[in-house]
């Protein structure tokens, strides 16, 4: 069992950055793919970003070039750096592991971004 804890959201004006974290208890986060996921209201929870165990990542094509993910294996731990940010970026953001049959969620962290 995996435990997901997302840190780093908050209030931000447009243009602003935030960091989100997400730390993992009960098992080592790096044997897992690790995607920051997120839900705006009303709307379908969406992919953000993700890495892989191997360190390869994806993004979704409205955040390349402004969000970065990373990972610090000694810390446990999964990063979204989050640049150039804009009211279309406010949402809750999940922190999501998965290997094989084995998929976890953290609880969220709002995200807001203010015009």
């Known amino acids: 069992q995996v435990q997901l804890v997302e840190s780093g959201g908050g209030l931000v004006q447009s243009g602003g950055s935030l960091r989100l974290s997400c730390t993992a208890s009960?098992?080592?986060?790096?044997?897992?793919?690790v995607g920051w996921y997120r839900q705006a209201p009303g709307k379908q929870r969406e992919l953000v970003a993700e890495i892989t165990s191997s360190g390869s990542t994806n993004y979704t094509e409205s955040v390349k070039d402004r969000f970065s993910i990373s990972r610090d294996n000694a810390k446990n731990a999964v990063y979204l750096q989050m640049n150039s940010l804009k009211p279309e970026d406010t949402a809750v953001y999940y922190c999501n592991a998965a290997r094989r049959i084995w998929n976890y969620w953290g609880q969220g962290t709002q995200v807001t971004v203010s015009s």
């Open positions: 009960g098992s080592v986060l790096s044997i897992y793919t």
